[in-house]
């Protein structure tokens, strides 16, 4: 994982769906978006918030 990434998320408050019962994807939604597995939080990626719109709006049709 990216370091920078680690860094810039550490503080970050991740989230996860209300439908999960268990591990699952997480999000930190910010001036970007990171992502992580939540039975591996250590890893992570990161996306530019126009990223993350343009994908959450195909999830909405």
Do not use: N
């Amino acid at each position: 994982m990216d370091r920078t990434l680690a860094a810039q998320h550490a503080g970050a408050t991740y989230v996860k769906s209300s439908y999960s019962e268990r591990e699952c994807v997480e999000v930190a939604v910010g001036a970007s978006t990171g992502i992580r597995d939540s039975k591996d939080p250590e890893r992570a990626f990161e996306v530019t918030g126009a990223a993350w719109a343009a994908f959450l709006g195909t999830l909405k049709r």
